[in-house]
């Protein structure tokens, strides 16, 4: 039984999958289309709000080197990924990789885990986007119903209708093809990201010098020590409590970390990239650096425009130029901050309908949801099944609490991916690999210590939730994935007929 949890699906196997008619999906994109879809997803919330909150709470003006730190810890994974993604041009990103690595139980639990992710990460976004848009229809006189404004309705009851359609709309998208989503992403990444040069370049004429100092301000330092473990970072390295102001640039890397979450988004669309190896690498590590050059050069020009103490912690960008008079700029803030969430949205739930694909495919979940659409070649069945579920999810539910489940889930993928590079380079030398992470084993350890360090950061609630749909998960497979599963020995049929002469008695 213990050798069945850990059967691993060759790679061979998983790309011959690919090539089955009634599942396989339409090989559209390109090197452009994946980096566009990395800069579509990871450019979202983060940008627009987190820079406020750990500049004030954390770094100081110091928020532009979290970023960095953070682009880094991505960046170990991001090389991993590479790797992975380039020669296991498979739809289904780190549950994929660890079904041909670690084994069928790892890959469930890593596919499990991608499924939350993604789904809470789309409602949250979803809820997100519908509250920027219903600022903006505020502030041109149109005011929707507290009851189809979500849980703050009348009587305590609310549907949130914006997030909702936003949801079923994108469903609709995804299902017509991945080619239109991608056209759809180009158009709103190019808003999004001509919106956020605006205020580098707009904001870079009102920085004033004085904004800056102190650059790592002393102010931060009890907070950074207590939220670091003072007294286990003082007995490891050394550092005496004076030290904890630059601790604080660690602390805040933790919080901006999540800003960065779906580059690996980008893995889970191999299978319809035109030239995986040559592009997949190309899209994942060329959207990591183009967003945390466009991170970076935010939070320089917004800490030098109003104080770190006085940036708001909700619109902290668009706040800041209503400070200097400015409202125009704020507004269109808003207005692309709104638009940037729906390529989020999109590219999430795309994700998540990946992973469930690739899952169904392989037996460990339903095979009615592995054929895809015979026109349109997308697994129509899981995206109209999710789509329609996170719908009525970001309607009815406030996930605020639960959105910390993303980050776990994430940092819990990393790590995987991690390990499995360097399994895969022990146990199958021969795969040609055109792109290879370098300095293994040290990226990749450096990479599972990094992710596990951010995860240690985060707080014990989301721990407990994180185990109980883990523990969901288990019954899940034990009770079904196992069974049903491709690699699952297959029982003969009993024998009909006579039995053969040397079976027959004939005394």
Known sequence: MISTLFRTKNVEQSIRDTEEPEQALRKTLSALDLTVFGVGVIIGTGIFVLTGKVAKENAGPAVS????????????AALCYAEFASTVPVAGSAYTFSYATLGELPAWIIGWDLVLEFALGTAVVAVGWSGYIRSLLDNAGWHLPASLGGRDGAHGFGFDILAAVLVLVLTAVLVVGVKLSARVTQLVVA??????????VAGAFFVTGANYRPFIPPAQSAQAAGTLKAPLIQLMFGWTPSDFGVMGIFTAASVVFFAFIGFDIVATTAEETRNPQRDMPRGILGSLFICTALYVGVAIVVTGMQHYRDLSVDAPLADAFKAIGHPWYAGVISFGAAVGLTSVCMILLLGQTRVFFAMSRDGLLPRFFSRVHPRFKTPHRPTVLLGGLIAVVAGFTSLSELAELVNIGTLFAFIVVAIGVVILR??????????????????????????????????????????????IGFLVYFLYGRAHSRLAPQEKPAPTGPPPPSERNDA
């Open 191 to 200: 808003v999004k990201v001509t919106v956020v040069l605006i205020v580098i």
């Open 426 to 471: 022990r146990t199958r030398p021969d795969l040609p690999r055109s792109f290879r992470t370098p300095f293994v084993p040290v990226v990749p350890a450096l990479s599972v210590c990094a992710s596990l360090w951010l995860m240690l950061n985060l707080p014990a609630e989301t721990w407990l939730r994180f185990a109980i749909w883990m523990a």
């Open 65 to 76: 080197l979290a970023f960095v730190v953070a682009g880094v810890v991505c960046g170990l």
